[in-house]
C-alpha cells in the first residue's frame, strides 16, 4: 500500500477549477487520490517498467507527486511548464528521477493511461504519445505498481563498460 506524505490538502473546488481552466476531464481514479492526497512524497516510491525497446528505462523513482498549493510541485505550474514538450491531451502527474515525468493521458484513445517521459530523449518539439514509454491502463495499476527499492533490483543492461578519471583528481585520491 502506498503511503503519501503532504501536510497540504485541496477541495473539489480546486480540482474543478483546474479542470475547468484547461478544459480538462480527470479520471474519477485520479481526482480522488488528489482530493485524498493532493500530491506529495510516495512511500514506497519504486516503479518497474516494462522494457520494450533499447531505449526504454527499467525502472525509476517517483520523487512527488504534483497537487494544488505545493510550491514548485503545484498542478497549475507543473501543466504550464511542461505543456508545450507534452503530448496534447496530456497532464504531468509526478516528478520521476533524473527530471523525468510521469504523464497522465487525456485523450480518447489513451483516457487514463500513464506514460513515462524520460526528458534525455524527448523530441525537441511537442512529444506524440507514441514517443512516451507506456506503464499503466490506469492511475489506480499505476499506485498498484509502485513497490519499495530493493538492491535485489535487476540492473542487466546498465552495466559499468568504462571510466575516465581525471588525472589531477586520480592523483589527489592516490595521495600521488
Known amino acids: 500500500m502506498i503511503e503519501i506524505h503532504n501536510q497540504t490538502k485541496t477541495s473539489k473546488e480546486s480540482i474543478e477549477a483546474f479542470q475547468n481552466k484547461y478544459r480538462l476531464k480527470l479520471p474519477a481514479d485520479y481526482s480522488m487520490f488528489l482530493l485524498d492526497t493532493n500530491g506529495g512524497d510516495p512511500e514506497p516510491n519504486f516503479l518497474e517498467m516494462d522494457k520494450k525497446s533499447e531505449l526504454d528505462m527499467i525502472f525509476t523513482s517517483i520523487d512527488s507527486f504534483f497537487g494544488f498549493g505545493l510550491g514548485y510541485d503545484d498542478m497549475f ?3 504550464e511548464i511542461h505543456r508545450e514538450a507534452l503530448p496534447h491531451d496530456s497532464l504531468p502527474i509526478c516528478r520521476a528521477a533524473g527530471g523525468n515525468l ?11 493511461e500513464i506514460f513515462f517521459w524520460d526528458h534525455e530523449i524527448a523530441p525537441e518539439d511537442r512529444a506524440e504519445i507514441n514517443d512516451l514509454q507506456f506503464i499503466a491502463d490506469s492511475f489506480s495499476e499505476f499506485l498498484d505498481r509502485m513497490q519499495p527499492d530493493t538492491d535485489e533490483a535487476d540492473l542487466s543492461g546498465y552495466e559499468i563498460k568504462e571510466v575516465w578519471i581525471h588525472p589531477d583528481f586520480h592523483k589527489l585520491i592516490n595521495g600521488d
Do not use: D, K, W
Not at 510521469?102 to 487514463?112: D, K, N, T, W
Open 77 to 79: 505550474n507543473q501543466f
Open 102 to 112: 510521469i504523464v497522465l493521458s487525456l485523450s480518447a484513445e489513451h483516457y487514463g
